[in-house]
């Protein structure tokens, strides 16, 4: 396995939490420090200061000292590049679901009947190969 492969993986993971990808867009609107942040998402300080750590120690978030005052900001903002193209995968992902389940949903038979089903067709049993079974999204 290639090295950008395993870090992408571990930014991955760093974002794999809810509140960090919400933090991130706060910071993609410019610096601040971490008591507005957190107050801005209604957190506890010391919960959004480990959180910043933790963007911190991926890379993704930098601590900037101004005086007696620390601000973080995003280190690269194609992140949220990133952040948008994911949101827009899931969208249209949801969306195709969402237009499946207007269609009528696909009858399986018990395991243990695989008989005929109410419309004529003949049911998937636990017996059968799985690439025969009918595949809902396409």
Do not use: F
Not at 42 to 64: D, F, I, K, M, Y
Not at 73 to 87: G, H, I, S, T, W
Not at 110 to 121: E, H, I
Request: charged share 25%; aromatic share 2%.
């Amino acid at each position: 396995m290639d090295e950008i492969t395993i870090l992408q993986a571990e930014i991955l993971k760093t974002l794999a939490s809810p509140r960090r990808i919400e933090i991130l867009h706060v910071l993609a609107r410019g610096p601040i420090e971490v008591g507005r942040l957190a107050e801005q998402i209604g957190a506890t300080q010391p919960n959004v200061s480990q959180h910043l750590g933790v963007l911190r120690a991926s890379g993704l978030v930098e601590a900037v000292r101004d005086g007696r005052e620390v601000r973080y900001r995003l280190v690269d903002e194609d992140v949220m590049v990133a952040c948008r193209l994911m949101r827009t995968v899931l969208e249209r992902r949801l969306n195709r679901l969402a237009s499946l389940s207007s269609s009528p949903p696909i009858a399986i038979a018990p395991a243990r009947a695989g008989g005929v089903l109410p419309d004529g067709t003949q049911g998937i049993t636990a017996h059968d190969e799985v690439s025969a079974w009918p595949n809902p999204i396409r």
